[in-house]
């Protein structure tokens, strides 16, 4: 019996929740957006704390994929969470949500190979699970969109490191005022590259057998449990999507294998991505119910989901909690118009998504006040 099922008479999107240690006001959850709008040395920049305080409704934000360590960066002007001062610039952000009642949670993020030796110490190719060039763009503060360069293959010795650096990025998380954090398994960034036979090569224990692609990620999971708490520690997966050049020969075993082994760590949440990220959600047979029965504990569900398939997915208890990219981009008070079915902003232009000032991210308007 999943943990979750407890309240399930009572199940709504618009109702509390539970998730680990966080006490949620709604299911609605804000997904990790990647809107390249750090500052130099990879702090939140100027407009962070007014987007998340916009959204602060939402029962639960994860803010955007954040670099574990200088290595972990792979895009221009994302922020990072492993120094001083970047935790003091992310505590403006965690303090202004908390006084709007909002809860928080950091998205720790090594991009792995999806990366370029312009953004390595000393110009060195970046890091993967084997020598495996992804068939990939970037986008550098320079040169634009660029290819991803080709990895080199991360020594059996320099593992342990990689661990380490999440683990002191959650500390730096919680230091920083998050309420948790959610570790990055997904989109083909170095955790996923590891966990799939299409990107891992390795012949030492962490390639090979679905046991061994997958003991990275459940090491850095644990690790970051034992340092903040794992009801503190959500993990983001994506089966069957093919971003950051993903694949893998048996998706279904992997991540079945994956999730029974996340279940017993006493997690806050998973949260799977079903389909092709942004995209079709059916572009792969995967049997995401039987993935679900494999975890004792709260379940997040993502992509192309709109009001309807939300509340149908909470009252059907296929999902505890659904996450909204886009809808929340363009709505800092999504949740007030969900739940009175009032109607959504229009999207921007795609120029806006990634880079820039705050326009397109912190100007969308909100529901004018209901008259007394
Ligand atoms: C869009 C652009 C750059 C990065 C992800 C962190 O896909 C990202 C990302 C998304 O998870």
């Known amino acids: 019996m999943n943990r979750a099922y407890g309240t399930r008479s009572a199940r709504t999107l618009f109702e509390p929740a539970h998730a680990g240690a966080f006490n949620l006001a709604n299911r609605i959850v804000m997904a990790p957006l990647t809107r390249n709008r750090a500052g130099p040395a990879w702090i939140p920049g100027p407009w962070a704390k007014e987007y998340y305080t916009q959204r602060a409704t939402a029962g639960l934000i994860i803010a955007e994929a954040t670099q574990v360590s200088a290595q972990a960066l792979g895009y221009a002007d994302t922020p990072g969470c492993y120094t001083d001062a970047q935790v003091i610039g992310w505590k403006q952000v965690t303090d202004a949500v908390h006084a709007k009642g909002g809860i928080i949670v950091l998205q720790l993020w090594h991009t792995g190979r999806i990366s370029h030796t312009s953004f390595q110490k000393d110009g060195q190719a970046p890091v993967g699970p084997s020598a495996i060039?992804?068939?990939?763009?970037?986008?550098?503060?320079?040169?634009?969109?660029?290819?991803?360069?080709?990895?080199?293959?991360?020594?059996?010795?320099?593992?342990?490191?990689?661990?380490?650096?999440?683990r002191h990025?959650?500390?730096?998380?919680?230091?920083?005022?998050?309420?948790?954090?959610?570790?990055?398994?997904?989109?083909?960034?170095?955790?996923?590259?590891?966990?799939?036979?299409?990107?891992?090569?390795?012949?030492?224990?962490?390639?090979?057998?679905?046991?061994?692609?997958?003991?990275?990620?459940?090491?850095?999971?644990?690790?970051?449990?034992?340092?903040?708490?794992?009801?503190?520690?959500?993990?983001?997966?994506?089966?069957?999507?093919?971003?950051?050049?993903?694949?893998?020969?048996?998706?279904?075993?992997?991540?079945?294998?994956?999730?029974?082994?996340?279940?017993?760590?006493?997690?806050?949440?998973?949260?799977?991505?079903?389909g092709e990220t942004g995209g079709a959600r059916d572009s792969l047979p995967f049997d995401y119910a039987a993935l679900r029965g494999r975890f004792d504990?709260?379940?997040?569900v993502?992509?192309?989901?709109?009001?309807?398939?939300?509340?149908?997915?909470?009252?059907?208890?296929?999902?505890?909690?659904?996450?909204?990219?886009?809808?929340?981009?363009?709505?800092?008070?999504?949740?007030?118009?969900?739940?009175?079915?009032?109607?959504?902003?229009?999207?921007?232009?795609?120029?806006?998504?990634?880079?820039?000032?705050?326009?397109?991210y912190t100007d969308y308007p909100t529901l004018p006040a209901e008259p007394v």
């Open 297 to 300: 504990g709260v379940w997040m």
């Open 133 to 166: 060039r992804a068939k990939t763009k970037t986008f550098t503060a320079g040169e634009g969109f660029v290819d991803v360069s080709m990895p080199r293959a991360l020594g059996l010795d320099a593992i342990p490191g990689i661990v380490e650096s999440f």
């Open 169 to 274: 990025a959650s500390l730096c998380a919680m230091r920083a005022g998050f309420d948790g954090v959610e570790v990055h398994g997904a989109h083909g960034y170095l955790l996923d590259a590891f966990l799939r036979d299409g990107t891992n090569h390795r012949t030492d224990a962490y390639g090979g057998s679905i046991a061994n692609r997958a003991r990275l990620l459940l090491e850095v999971t644990a690790a970051c449990g034992s340092a903040i708490g794992a009801d503190r520690v959500g993990v983001r997966i994506s089966p069957v999507s093919t971003a950051g050049d993903s694949h893998d020969s048996n998706p279904q075993a992997l991540f079945d294998h994956v999730v029974t082994s996340l279940s017993p760590l006493g997690l806050a949440y998973v949260h799977v991505v079903e």
């Open 302 to 360: 993502n992509n192309g989901y709109d009001r309807a398939m939300a509340i149908a997915a909470v009252a059907s208890g296929r999902a505890d909690l659904v996450s909204f990219g886009r809808l929340f981009i363009a709505n800092p008070d999504l949740v007030e118009r969900l739940s009175t079915n009032r109607p959504l902003n229009t999207l921007m232009g795609q120029e806006t998504f990634y880079g820039g000032g705050a326009h397109g």
